[in-house]
């Protein structure tokens, strides 16, 4: 009987618990659906629209040298001249520094004395052998041995023009790496040479505009260096392979100018006009979710969103090309998109 009332209570217990819990999560949920159905979120929202872009291409490079070399000693030895410092100015050809060379002048006077001997010997035997008085053997033997005095004069005569470390152009010093008396090995760096008479640009242009773009274009570059100061570059090459962003290498030119010189490193603005451009649809590149690669924007539908897919085509920074997905009039939203799912429902404010 005892056990009996003790299962009694038991289950009554279990059940009022599981009532409890029964009536909580219905609470639970019809709170979840009111806050669900109640919430409104504030957004921002543009409607797309013909506009007459304006077809100019604005982009931000480095000025580089044109051309910029490590010089380094080809043969080994100590150091005996140095003929530069840092910022000289020196022209193609000029002599950087020498490297001893007295055994390389002792090597040369003995190779001149075997070719002077060897052709006398050569021309000597080639008479005789028109006299019949020597043999063909022999004569052989003294062309030979021409022929190969021949290869050591001019190797010897390179080994001592190599201890001559020249400037393979003109351009001005931008680093000295050893001192006199240093001894160094065939590829040790002496020094390096930047050629700035005429600069180079490198800039990163997006697949929609690289299209637009051709080589020898003529472009306006300036600088805040020189705020009232204009400079002319042209498109010199175009990357036929763009990167996994689907960004292209473009190099442009620009000669130095010697009233306002640019130094290499300089920041630079790139403005390049690619002449009239038709009206076209277009939304605020801020309408844009997930990336300009696979873009998707939200659609305002009376007062909710809807998550869209477009396809876009040319960038004009602030403002992108719409080839499809939407129409005129459309509104997007601008601001705002972090917190909206497709579905969600929307209040407009001005911006």
Request: glycine share 6%; aromatic share 6%.
């Amino acid at each position: 009987m005892k056990k009996t009332i003790i299962i009694a209570i038991i289950a009554v217990t279990i059940g009022s618990i599981v009532w409890i819990l029964a009536g909580n999560k219905k609470e639970i949920d019809s709170r979840k659906e009111t806050k669900t159905t109640a919430d409104v979120i504030a957004v921002t929202a543009a409607s797309a629209e013909t506009r007459k872009a304006d077809n100019q291409l604005n982009l931000v490079g480095t000025a580089e040298a044109n051309r910029e070399v490590t010089v380094a000693s080809e043969i080994a030895g100590k150091i005996t001249q140095i003929n530069f410092k840092l910022g000289d100015y020196v022209n193609q050809g000029t002599v950087l520094a020498r490297v001893d060379d007295a055994y390389k002048r002792m090597t040369l006077e003995n190779a001149q004395i075997a070719y002077d001997k060897n052709k006398e010997d050569y021309e000597r035997y080639k008479v005789l052998r028109e006299g019949d008085a020597a043999t063909e053997t022999q004569l052989r033997d003294m062309k030979v041995a021409y022929e190969n005095s021949v290869i050591q004069l001019d190797n010897a005569k390179k080994q001592l023009n190599d201890t001559r470390i020249v400037a393979p152009f003109s351009g001005y010093i931008i680093s000295k790496n050893t001192e006199l008396g240093a001894y160094v090995n065939a590829g040790t760096a002496i020094a390096g040479i930047a050629d700035i008479s005429q600069l180079k640009v490198v800039v990163s242009v997006s697949e929609s505009n690289v299209y637009t773009l051709r080589s020898g274009q003529e472009v306006n570059v300036s600088t805040p260096v020189y705020p009232n100061n204009k400079f002319t570059g042209k498109i010199t090459n175009i990357s036929p392979k763009g990167d996994d962003s689907h960004s292209y290498p473009v190099e442009i030119a620009v000669p130095n100018s010697k009233d306002h010189p640019l130094k290499a490193g300089t920041y630079v603005n790139i403005n390049i006009d690619r002449g009239q451009s038709a009206p076209s649809l277009m939304i605020p590149r801020d309408a844009i979710v997930s990336s300009v690669k696979d873009p998707s924007v939200y659609l305002v539908n009376g007062e909710n969103v809807k998550l869209t897919k477009i396809t876009t085509g040319r960038d004009f920074q602030s403002y992108i090309e719409v080839t499809g997905g939407l129409k005129e009039g459309d509104k997007v939203v601008t601001n705002g998109q972090i917190n909206l799912m497709d579905g969600a429902k929307v209040s407009i404010i001005k911006n």
